[in-house]
């Protein structure tokens, strides 16, 4: 009877371990992600955690033209583009800088890294904006901007902001707000709506009503004392050359006298931000 010989048993194959990983491939698949997975892979093991720390990371969440947005800050203690990267994201998520002569400000959405704006109030063509008898420019303290527009009474309010749509995060859905106070209540929106709008210049927009009487409710408070009312949804398609996207609110119908509020400015942020 012929004897079977047995082979010898192979060793199992070893675990592969996440430190045994080079840490720049792992920053490399790291900067693939998004600012939210990122963080929350850090958690993998010491490596990831190191590795999810490295510039190559976050220069990849930063805008492409972060260095020439920084360029145009207004306050010298603002974060500059030497800062470690993590930080300089983390820093314009949490506190917005003010950019153009302090008439607009920038952040970043932390989710997506995403672009943020908001034009003052300064920076908006108000019609009769520089006519002290229906508009005044006031401080406030609990504004980002110097100064903030106060509505003392019109029976024509008609304003609107612009920004060139280069400066937003190509192929993202914005959403445009308007950002007011109206610490006395104001007058003469009951029952009254306002027509907004947003779209690119020079083209046909969707109209809507909106009220911002607090007793209609169509705005909403943020947390600040100031509240917002939502005018509108502008999509950045790639690689579509340099437009200027517009945002419109007018009550021009009613002919009658309103006023009361402290327009802060127009904000323009990712919708998905919300």
Same mark, same amino acid.
């Given at each position: 009877m012929q004897t079977v010989k047995r082979l010898p048993r192979s060793a199992p194959p070893s675990r592969l371990d996440m430190n045994d990983l080079p840490q720049d491939l792992i920053a490399n698949v790291l900067s693939f992600t998004g600012p939210r997975e990122s963080c929350r892979l850090a958690v993998v093991s010491s490596t990831f955690w190191s590795a999810s720390l490295s510039d190559t990371v976050w220069d990849r969440f930063l805008p492409p033209d972060i260095l020439s947005i920084l360029s145009r800050t207004t306050n010298a203690s603002d974060p500059d583009f030497a800062s470690n990267k993590k930080d300089l994201f983390l820093r314009l998520c949490e506190r917005p800088i003010l950019i153009d002569g302090g008439r607009k400000s920038f952040s970043l959405d932390k989710r997506t890294g995403k672009k943020c704006y908001m034009i003052s109030s300064r920076d908006l063509h108000i019609i009769w904006g520089d006519t002290p008898r229906y508009w005044k420019w006031v401080p406030e303290s609990d504004s980002r901007f110097r100064e903030v527009a106060e509505l003392v009474g019109v029976c024509w309010l008609e304003l609107k902001g612009t920004i060139p749509t280069t400066m937003l995060s190509p192929s993202t859905l914005y959403t445009a707000y308007l950002v007011f106070r109206s610490p006395q209540g104001g007058y003469g929106f009951d029952y009254q709506p306002v027509e907004v709008s947003v779209g690119l210049?020079?083209? &046909? #927009?969707? /109209?809507? !009503?909106? =009220?911002? &009487?607090?007793?209609? /409710? #169509?705005? #909403?408070?943020?947390? &600040?004392? !100031? =509240?917002?009312?939502?005018?509108? &949804?502008?999509?950045t398609k790639e690689g579509v050359g340099e437009g200027e996207l517009e945002m419109y609110l007018a009550e021009v119908k009613g002919g009658n006298w309103k006023g009361g509020i402290f327009v802060e400015g127009i904000e323009i942020i990712p919708k998905e931000a919300k």
């Open positions: 210049s020079g083209s &046909d #927009k969707t /109209v809507r !009503s909106v =009220y911002l &009487d607090a007793g209609m /409710v #169509k705005r #909403k408070e943020r947390g &600040d004392g !100031s =509240y917002e009312v939502e005018l509108g &949804d502008f999509f």
